[in-house]
């Protein structure tokens, strides 16, 4: 059975008390723990060069923006162990910060969406991915739905999003079929044995998700399931307000990335490009 570190315990409490994201204080959590199993070292007593060693390890398997968010909870983790005096020196001082990547939607393409959804698979991964998808749900949001947070007659879902904000979405008519068909009390997805009375965290939904995605030969990640949501809904002119309500972005200008000309109509431009307009008749 594996032993949690005293002070990632610590650390945890502390988040907790100071009221952090659960979100946050989950994946910092696991971040840490996977840092110290996977480099077998203290994560309290790591030098530099344990930590550089370690995210070399993973330049293949993780993507920048991956790379740049475990860097942080990284920077966290020593900036907190020297807050509170379990530590004089501060590792992340010698190795450089790298940069998030710009964010630009990738939404899985229509095509795709249509082979996933036609994919044999539970019922419960189906219904996950319906909320990806159809709700532009976040894999922490969708690991949290409980039976009383659907109204299906007024055809809503509430919630709680980034911030602890709390909001109330319209669903989507497959996402009614779906509600129907699920606990109408407790946790959607319950965790197993192991959080007995839990729900599943969301790093098992995005695993779920994504095995499901490259098993049906979908490309991108459970995440390019709310792109499409958001990039679709502007397609077919959604006004861009009524977009960022429905993504629960605070800032217009995080909405404004899924704002970008799809590449169709971009091609039509391209096309209707005439070198020869010259000869054109005057009209």
């Known amino acids: 059975m594996q032993v949690t570190h005293p002070l990632i ?6 988040h907790v008390a100071a009221r952090k994201s659960p979100n946050t204080t989950v994946e910092r959590i696991r971040v840490i723990n996977q840092f110290g199993d996977e480099a077998r070292c203290d994560p309290a007593t790591a030098s530099s060069l344990i930590i550089m060693r370690w995210l070399q390890s993973h330049v293949d398997d993780w993507s920048d923006s991956t790379a740049a968010t475990y860097h942080s909870y990284l920077r966290s983790w020593f900036k907190w162990l020297i807050l509170q005096d379990h530590r004089v020196d501060n590792p992340m001082l010698k190795l450089g910060s790298p940069k998030y990547p710009d964010r630009v939607p990738r939404p899985v393409p229509d ?5 996933l959804l036609t994919t044999r698979m539970h019922h419960r991964t189906r219904v996950m991915i ?3 998808a159809l709700a532009g749900m976040r894999v922490s949001e969708i690991a949290r739905v ?6 299906v007659s007024a055809g809503l879902i509430y919630m709680i999003g980034k911030g602890k904000k709390r909001d109330a979405l319209p669903l989507h008519p497959l996402l009614i079929e ?3 068909t699920m606990p109408i009390k407790g946790w959607w997805f319950p965790s197993n044995s192991r959080r007995p009375g839990q729900h599943v965290r969301g790093k098992a939904v995005s695993d779920i998700i994504g095995r499901t995605m490259k098993r049906a030969g979908v490309r991108g990640t459970p995440h390019s399931l709310r792109h499409w949501f958001g990039t679709t809904l502007l397609d077919e002119g959604t006004d861009v307000r009524v977009v960022q309500t429905l993504l629960r972005h605070r800032s217009l200008a995080t909405t404004a990335i899924y704002t970008k000309v799809p590449d169709r109509h971009r091609h039509e431009a391209v096309r209707q490009l005439d070198p020869f307009r010259a000869r054109r008749p005057i009209e």
Do not use: K, P, S, T
Request: a negative charge; proline letters at 0%; glycine letters at 4%.
């Open 146 to 151: 409980r039976g009383e947070d659907i109204n």
């Open 9 to 14: 315990i610590e650390w945890e409490m502390w």
């Open 178 to 180: 779906a509600a129907q």
């Open 111 to 115: 095509d795709e969406l249509m082979q």
């Open 130 to 132: 319906l909320l990806a």
